[in-house]
């Protein structure tokens, strides 16, 4: 499975929760959850699963349902 990981666009550093990677498996689904100065990028492979978080179980991204639907974002 791929994975895909948010990036600063100034620091070119990887969003992170408590210290683990954002990512997702669907890059467009990242890109229509987040703007502004990020970017979405596949996901160092050097970065083990364990020091990474799905998006999904974010704690602001709670209430959003998966797979997600552009309904819901109106």
Known sequence: MSR???Q???SR?????H???LVHDN???MEFLFKGDVRVI???RSIPPE??????FHPQLA???WPLTKEQFR
Do not use: H, K, N, Q
């Open 4 to 6: 895909y990981a948010l």
């Open 8 to 10: 600063g666009a100034v």
């Open 13 to 17: 550093d990887l969003l992170t929760w």
């Open 19 to 21: 210290g683990r990677v």
């Open 27 to 29: 890059p467009a689904e």
């Open 42 to 44: 596949p996901c160092p």
């Open 51 to 56: 020091e990474t978080l799905p998006i999904r």
């Open 63 to 65: 209430s959003v349902t």
